[in-house]
């Protein structure tokens, strides 16, 4: 599978690798040109390995066995073919050359981790040591010992390395930046293409001179002088470096190392001492070349990374600065349009609308082919305005595209785009780290742009807030006065003035004391308590008249002090609610003396007409017994007239009962008393039952006992069996329940009858109280009854409910405590008696 891969990547690049073995080749010659004319013929430097490297470094590692496979065999060709050398010797050089760069690269790229573009002089470091230095030791100990086996036997092993090492080591570091920096092309002004002309120029011409000194034996002065030029000449090389950087400094080597190794191969130049052998005068000429391009690329990598950081710098200036001056979507567009072309060829800034995926383009500027692929599909209207304006630079679609979040603490606020179309122009780290940082400044101009707009909502609607409060303030009945802790009042409204009759005086910064000497307490209190003080009356004069306010004294707290900083004063008038009180009082005086006397009245009557009915009653009795066996008609007659005396003594004893009731002399005399026995008996016995009505019992086996008065419980029993039957129509069927619910038995009376309105079923047991819904001359009494029930039964401890359905009927039920004994006792057992009232 990897060989089918290799195959269709060779192919497909096959054009590409005859160009780089036929630059290969190129290179070769030249360097072949550059010797010494001793028999080894030892090399200055060989071209073709800064080339190779400069190819593996700007290429992908896929595309390196290509590469290799072309130098190889180029080596490999060149050596046998073109020098006539022997197969193993051009193998073993074909191998070292085709090793070297592919250890450099490996170790330049490992250890770098970005695109080398030699703009930092760590890369230059890394570019000698381990790009030049350390793979020319590897490929010169095969090369080395390849020479000295096929080669020259007689010339040292040691030599050969040395020579291999330093002349491949030197093509890197003269060669290798020239084809690291040159592609593609920059752009340069005319000027500044004269200037670079005129420079070289320059160093061609003095470089000529001074190595095309010949070598005769006891020359010194010119040599001497030579040497003087050649070190003067350095300030060309920071010449070229200040201005042209490493492209420039690469250049002006490469053009003085040509000269040079051209003029010493013919035994010329400064080095050629008569005391020096031929490959001494070679080590010196490759030193110097050597030191002289490392310490100018050295500066010229310092230069560009100083002048990157103050164009970063500058950059982040003019954005801040941009960024401070608006807080709209102008100011991104006009940072977009300062990044572009100093960081990227376009720039795209983009906000969030709705979604995390719906931008809106709000800062577009760059080539026209580089802004459609950063903006959106659809780009709003302005943005494509700014599209159709754009300079079309004639870019190619391709590049680098860097995309950064604008977010603020995880909230995606917007984007920030940025792309590159000129070849080789990557975003480098430090470029991600400026792109990065102007994405923050960004995102904090959006952000603070965002508080803004918070900001000032917030404080409009503070405003009107306070607009409305002080509209409700000095529009209120109810009087507001603020005092601080000193008790100088802050504001009052015109309702506090007027309540206190103060008229239109200005209380702002006046103590209290003057204002109204009865607050101090008040305000003093509240302070020193921190809680308010509610319900104070005050009396004023106000405008000639008497006033009644009630004022209330509250603490004001910050929303995170404990302290109070002041004291609320609220004063509203109660002067018509005192008149309103008092008149209530009069009235309800009044009113229960009505009561009173009409009570008495009442009970006086009660007493009054009690007296003659009894021996009425009496006497009526005798009558009808002396009747019933000789005129059963005028007994039956008078059987009807003692009914209606029987009726008219409840009354009676109603009215007389009530009146205890109100006065509390309802006598009560408790005893242990057999509520199944009485319940089942007092039903039984009840004469108004007669044919017309039914009763059903479930009353149970079990007896149970209560504390009580028998009789007060039979007259609740009865009652309510009397009203069941009033309320009942005929045929009816009464049903009476009793039943034991934990600690209480259940006694329930139900009736079909009409039924109780929900409303009124409340006031059922309310003294005098009669249903709407039925009428007084169909069902007669004073509606004293229930009342009466219901006093008996909370007299015992008890109590009593009704629950009724309109038309079904209704059920009155009521509940006593249970009697809790060792022993059930019995009617005969001597029980203490006991009287409450």
């Known amino acids: 599978m990897a060989h089918g891969n290799f195959v269709r990547t060779a192919a497909r690049l096959l054009p590409r690798a005859v160009i780089v073995g036929l630059a290969y080749a190129t290179l070769a010659a030249l360097s072949d040109q550059y010797f010494y004319s001793d028999p080894a013929r030892f090399l200055a430097f060989w071209l073709p390995a800064g080339f190779t490297l400069a190819l593996l470094l700007r290429t992908p590692t896929r595309t390196w066995p290509v590469w290799l496979a072309a130098i190889f065999l180029a080596e490999t060709l060149i050596q046998i073919f073109l020098h006539g050398r022997p197969v193993g010797l051009s193998l073993a050089w074909a191998t070292a050359d085709s090793i ?15 695109p080398v573009t030699l703009s930092h002089p760590r890369e230059v470091l890394a570019l000698v040591g381990l790009g030049a230095l350390l793979p020319a030791m590897v490929s010169g100990l095969l090369a080395g010992a390849a020479a000295a086996r096929w080669l020259a036997p007689d010339v040292p092993f040691l030599t050969w390395w040395t020579s291999w090492w330093l002349g491949d080591a030197l093509g890197v570091v003269l060669v290798g930046p020239f084809f690291l920096t040159a592609f593609p092309f920059p752009r340069l002004h005319v000027w500044r293409r004269v200037e670079a002309a005129v420079l070289l120029l320059l160093i061609a011409v003095l470089s000529h001179w001074v190595f095309h000194i010949p070598s005769v034996h006891g020359a010194r002065g010119p040599m001497t002088t030579g040497f003087i030029v050649l070190y003067a000449a350095f300030g060309f090389f920071v010449w070229a470096a200040l201005r042209f950087g490493v492209l420039g400094v690469s250049t002006a080597t490469g053009v003085l190392a040509l000269i040079a190794g051209w003029n010493a191969g013919r035994g010329q130049g400064p080095f050629q001492l008569s005391a020096a052998t031929p490959h001494e005068a070679l080590v010196a000429t490759q030193a110097l070349l050597a030191v002289l391009s490392i310490l100018t690329l050295m500066l010229a990598a310092a230069l560009r990374e100083r002048r990157r950081v103050e164009r970063g710098q500058r950059l982040l200036a003019d954005a801040s600065a941009i960024l401070a001056e608006s807080l709209d979507d102008r100011a991104l567009a006009r940072v977009a349009r300062r990044v572009v072309p100093e960081l990227a060829d376009a720039c795209v800034l983009s906000l969030r609308h709705g979604g995390p995926k719906e931008l809106v383009p709000v800062g577009v500027a760059g080539a026209r082919d580089a802004l459609e692929g950063l903006l959106p599909t659809h780009p709003p209207e302005t943005a494509r305005r700014t599209l159709a304006a754009a300079a079309d630079t004639g870019a190619p679609r391709g590049g680098v595209q860097l995309t950064l979040p604008l977010d603020s603490q995880g909230h995606l606020l917007g984007q920030l785009a940025l792309f590159r179309t000129r070849p080789g122009r990557t975003f480098e780290r430090e470029d991600r780290a400026l792109a990065e940082e ?29 607009a409305q409060l002080d509209t409700v303030l000095q529009t209120a009945l109810i009087g507001f006065a603020f005092f601080d802790s000193d008790l100088k009042c802050l504001r009052a409204n015109a ?7 103060l008229g239109e005086t200005r209380l702002t910064e006046r103590p209290a004391a003057d204002i109204c000497s009865d607050l101090v307490p008040l305000l003093r209190r509240t302070l020193q308590l921190g809680a308010p003080v509610t319900g104070w009356e005050l009396e004023r004069r106000s405008f000639g008249e008497e006033r009644h306010l009630l004022a209330s004294v509250f603490p004001m707290r910050s929303a995170e002090g404990l302290v109070p900083f002041g004291a609320g004063v609220l004063v509203h008038d109660i002067t018509d609610r005192k ?54 008609a005028e007994a039956r007659t008078l059987e009807g007239l003692r009914s209606h005396v029987r009726r008219l003594q409840r009354l009676i004893e109603h009215l007389l009962e009530a009146a205890q009731v109100d006065t509390g002399q309802l006598s009560i005399r408790l005893a242990p008393v057999a509520l199944h ?35 007060r419980l039979e007259e609740v029993l009865l009652t309510l069996l009397e009203n069941a039957v009033k309320y009942s129509p005929e045929g009816g069927t009464l049903r009476v329940t009793l039943d034991v619910a934990g600690d209480e038995v259940h006694v329930s009376v139900s009736d079909p009858g009409v039924g109780i309105p929900p409303e009124q079923r ?24 229930l009342y009466l029930c219901r006093n008996i039964l909370e007299s015992h401890g008890g109590r009593i409910w009704v629950d009724s359905e309109m038309g079904r009927g209704s059920t009155f039920t009521f509940a006593l405590p249970l009697l809790r004994a060792t022993r059930a006792p019995t009617e005969h057992d001597a029980v203490e008696a006991h009287w409450a009232s």
């Open 100 to 114: 070297e760069p592919l250890l450099g690269a490996s170790l330049m790229r490992t250890v770098l981790r970005r």
């Open 438 to 466: 102007l994405a923050r400044r960004c995102s904090l101009m959006i952000e603070r742009a965002q508080l803004h707009d918070q900001l000032e909502g917030a404080v409009r609607r503070a405003r009107e807030s306070l």
């Open 495 to 501: 309702a506090f003035l007027h309540l206190l009759g």
């Open 579 to 632: 008149r309103v009180e008092g008149v209530h009082t009069r009235l309800l005086r009044e009113a229960r003396t009505a009561i009173r006397a009409r009570d008495e009245f009442l009970t006086l009557a009660a007493h009054e007409l009690k007296t003659p009915l009894t021996p009425l009653a009496i006497r009526m009795e005798s009558l009808a017994s002396r009747l019933r066996s000789d005129h059963p």
């Open 677 to 711: 026995s009485m319940v089942r008996s007092t039903a039984s016995s009840f004469s108004r039952l007669g044919a017309s009505h039914g009763l059903d019992m479930e009353t149970g086996g079990r007896e149970v006992w209560v504390l009580g008065d028998r009789l």
């Open 762 to 785: 409340e006031h059922v047991f309310d003294r005098y109280f009669r249903g709407s819904n039925t009428p007084v001359q169909s069902y007669g009494g004073l509606g004293l009854g």
